[in-house]
């Protein structure tokens, strides 16, 4: 018989993981033990508040949560009960399971099919942007890559260099 190791949290909507931690309409309960996932447990938590899916939580012995986006205030409260965050996970849970397994799952992934990841979520000065594959939004104030294409871009939106207005 083998003993388990720990227990996790995935807040799930469906197949997949819940956008939000505060929302989600389930929580995926696991054991897992050396040989992987032995127990699977389903809680309808629609409806609840964050401060009541936090403590049920706690009540199950929770070590590691896997979801969506949380807030600040559920997550320090989460921190305190000693449980380890994967938060802004998106895609499959039976993916982000899989990558779990394997050692590989961060914060930020976007899941891909059997715990492959698509990328991750970057967080820049209040907002979120996905890196996939490299491909980036830049904010008003960054500069360009190369050339005088960036300052070009950005020239423009000063008023002071706004073309003439024809027609006068």
């Known amino acids: 018989m083998n003993l388990i190791k720990i227990k996790i949290g995935v807040a799930v909507f469906k197949s997949r993981i819940s956008p939000r ?5 389930q929580m995926l309960i696991l054991a897992e033990d ?4 032995t ?24 070590k590691i949560l896997i979801c969506g986006g949380i807030d600040e205030h559920s997550r320090q409260l989460i921190n305190a009960g000693n449980i380890k965050i994967y938060s802004w996970i998106t895609g499959e849970y039976e993916d982000a399971l899989s990558c779990y397994l394997a050692g590989k799952l961060a914060s930020g992934n976007m899941m891909g099919p059997g715990g492959t990841s698509r990328g991750k979520w970057r967080f ?18 960054e500069k360009g890559r190369g050339g005088s294409r960036g300052k070009r871009n950005f020239r423009d939106l000063d008023n002071k260099n706004q073309p003439e207005k024809y027609g006068d």
């Not at 931690?21 to 309409?25: E, G, M, V, Y």
């Not at 050396?34 to 996932?37: A, L, N, Y």
């Not at 820049?124 to 104030?141: I, L, S």
């Open 124 to 141: 820049r000065q209040g907002r979120m942007d996905a890196n996939r594959g490299g491909v980036r939004c830049r904010t008003k104030t």
């Open 21 to 25: 931690f505060d929302c989600a309409p």
């Open 34 to 37: 050396s040989i992987g996932f």
């Open 39 to 62: 127990e699977r447990r389903i809680i309808d938590t629609e409806g609840w508040t964050a401060l009541e899916r936090i403590k049920k939580l706690n009540e199950l012995q929770v």
